[in-house]
């Protein structure tokens, strides 16, 4: 948002006096004041040469000279903060100058910098306003937080919240301090404890700003609180107290060690800093918020947090050089999904919902009448949970264009195939697909294993076509697996990059390979799972040692959330190229034929009936190879699990299915939820070491399990110490 460009009331009055700082042509600066002759001053954030607004310490001194010249500005009547940019209000602090902190000592003066300038805005004597929109997180909503008034626009852009405690933080500039006064310390935890971000009406509704306004409006809007004078804020006290804190925090923490397994300390550290400083003086609250992050910067887990920060960054931003492109692709204007199902009515949905203009198609009317139906409950939800409007559903919907029978497809930039995982089918789509459309066209297949190269082949021009996989469900998974063929050009790699780039989600390239990069790691993980379930451990003990671990869900149940019968048919496609290192246990064909898929079918390894939770199927028995079984400890199933994703994550590098370790490490946690806090798989592995890892992997070849044997990569790394993150390189 250009406030100076696009507000009706503010053309024509901005006249700033002489004295008054203004952008100069020559030092851009980051923060700069705008007067109006109303007597009311307008603070701007315009980080140069960015997109987006950040605190970084320039930031910081910059805003502290601004406010020691409002400070001496007696006639004054009220600030407002607002953003010259067109997505973002202010994206919290500088990460990078997070992970440079070398010390304690360095991390004081960062921390204690930006809650001295918080402070001298709350500290203000004239009304402020923070005028928001786009995203206002962490930073960027602690200085909201510090103002007397909030107003936020409800464009899609603007989200209000305070993420700390997913990168491993907690909100340390007044946010864990101020938030509770606010909003009541239920809410604030809520909101804290989860990092959470909410659109507009949400935080209205919560409290979290006082005002929702259009865009062109909001300053109008600021201007008219101005005149209201200083506000009158309940103080909360039935929630904000000792005793009420005393009763919480005992229950909270609870609940939190349960979700996290004690793997997650900034939430817990939150919580303490939170309830403790409710009953204190505000300088007291911050003092506890300063000492409470200080203390979370100097671990490994925020860290490593971050790091997968960087790691989603890198991928929104990620760029192929193509030789002989002087430029990028331009971004796509038509789409058509074929298969309505449940992943192409997904990908659909996710296109729609991007302002894009998508055509369905499927075999027949029902067929796509259901993937229809599909994306209208996607839509419904999404309006229930505020992640869009009804307005925003209802255009969605209107972009995607059924399509029962062949309608003309040459205007298409990127076509997505979604159909069943069966090869032969594929290919008679994709050759019907390369008469119907233009030269130009892009020809994708959403595919968890089946191979690139096979159907590109089946087309005359197989150099247009490249994999695209999505993960299901669509809407909540960010990750997608572009996979190049063997035949696939390069520009068509780029092409089908940005394309994911420009629908919001978060790319990675692999080689086609069977099961590609995710997949590859992680079916050895399942499979492994049902061999220790063969041989005699119980279902409940395998999920728990994966969730001790940090996955978000044990093995048992994943199978039960895949479908046995869709985890079997990968499984076997990968078996029958890696042969007896991924050997598929007898269990998961038995319990398909006998109807027993998991959640889809009402049971698999466990049972699940409505309103109750899911419990492990009583009836797995039958399906135990040895029932007379040596116990297993705990430590020695998640041994074998995990070494197993290691080592294949391993071998995709040592086979360059992607040559950079960071790809592997982002692609699992965002594909599988590989416990975030450990960095990734070869993070992980650098962590404990692989000479320890392999010797381990060794002593289980010696006892018989072949299949353990380290690969190449790794036993040299054992032998070398070597690393797959120098100690000099962070993934930023």
Known sequence: MNVLQNNPEMTGQTVAPPSVPTPSPVVEKTVYLVAREDGICLVMFDRPGSSANIFDLRTLDELAQELEFIERQTELKGVIFVS?????????????????VASSDDARVLIERGQAVMNRIAALPIPTVAAVHGAAVGGGYELCLACDYRIASPDHATKIGLPETKIGLLPGWGGST????????????????????????????????????????????????????????????????????????????????????????????????????????VEASLALERDGIIELMQTDVCRNLIGVFFLQERARKKTLFVTGSATEPKPVAHTAVVGAGVMGAGIAQWISARKLPVILRDINTEQVAKGMATIAKLYRDGVKHHTFTAHEARAGMERVHPAPAEVPLHHADIIIEAAVENLELKKKIFQRLDELVSPETVLATNTSALPISEMAASTRHPERVVGLHFFNPVHRMQLVEVIAARQTAPEVIQHALKFAQQIGKLPVVVKDSPGFLVNRILIPYLIEAGNLFE???????????????????????????????????????????????????????????AGLLGRKSGGGFYLYEKSKEAKPNPQLSVYVQNQKAREISREELQERMVFLMINEAARCLEEQIVTDPADVDFAMIMGTGFAPFRGGPLRYTDTVGAARLVGAMNHLVASGTAHFEPCSLLAKMAETGEKFYPKTERVL
């Open 84 to 100: 010259n940019k067109r997505s973002v209000f202010i994206a919290g602090a500088d990460l990078n100058a997070m992970l440079k």
């Open 178 to 281: 101020r938030l509770p006064r606010l909003i009541g310390l239920p809410k604030a935890l809520d909101i804290i404890l989860g990092g959470k971000t909410v659109p507009a009406k949400l935080a209205l509704k919560l409290g979290m700003v006082d005002e929702v306004a259009p865009a062109e409006c909001l300053v109008a809007a600021a201007a008219r609180k101005i005149q209201q004078g200083k506000p009158c804020r309940p103080d909360h006290w039935l929630t904000n107290n000792r005793l009420v804190a005393a009763i919480v925090a005992p229950r909270v923490r609870k609940m939190i060690l349960k979700k996290t397994r004690g793997h997650y300390p900034a939430v817990m550290k939150a919580l303490d800093v939170v309830t403790r400083g409710i009953s204190r003086t």
């Open 535 to 593: 041989a005699g451990a119980k279902v409940e003990d395998l999920d728990e040692v994966m969730l001790d671990f940090g996955m978000p869900m044990g093995p048992m149940r994943l199978l039960d959330e895949v479908g046995l019968d869709v985890s079997l048919h990968v499984a076997g496609t990968l078996a029958a190229h890696f042969g007896d290192r991924m050997k598929v246990p007898g269990c998961l064909g038995k319990m398909t034929s």
